[in-house]
Nanobody, 119 residues
Framework: QVQLVESGGGLVQPGGSLRLSCTAS????????MGWYRQTPGADRALVAVVFSDGKIMYADSVKGRFTSSRDNTKNTLSLQMNSLRPEDTAVYYC?????????????WGQGTQVTVSS
């Protein structure tokens, strides 16, 4: 089994920055894609950014130019640098990964970390 452990959430003022990190508990599996989703009460989880296995990165339109995601395949870590934060970025942020387990791509989720943007 693989666990995704997130860190870095918290409270920040509008216009501020936060950096989230996600680390996979094992490095003997092939991680295909890694990404970030966020969820607010009553809403579905929404994609924030995904880093594909070929290195390409896709961002939600709402975060383009403000958020940057990067992946270190040697350490099985994923980060999300969030700048120019807005109150509407307030959400629980989840790390997501598709990992090859037993020849199949299996989806894993982190436990979530709260990001609150408020003055």
């Amino acid at each position: 089994q693989v666990q995704l452990v997130e860190s870095g959430g918290g409270l920040v003022q509008p216009g501020g920055s936060l950096r989230l990190s996600c680390t996979a508990s094992r490095n003997d599996f092939n991680i295909i894609n890694m990404g970030w989703y966020r969820q607010t009460p009553g809403a579905d989880r929404a994609l924030v950014a995904v880093v594909f296995s070929d290195g390409k990165i896709m961002y939600a339109d709402s975060v383009k130019g403000r958020f940057t995601s990067s992946r270190d395949n040697t350490k099985n870590t994923l980060s999300l640098q969030m700048n120019s934060l807005r109150p509407e970025d307030t959400a629980v942020y989840y790390c997501n990964a598709y990992i090859e387990v037993g020849g199949r791509a299996t989806e894993f989720w982190g436990q979530g970390t709260q990001v609150t943007v408020s003055s």
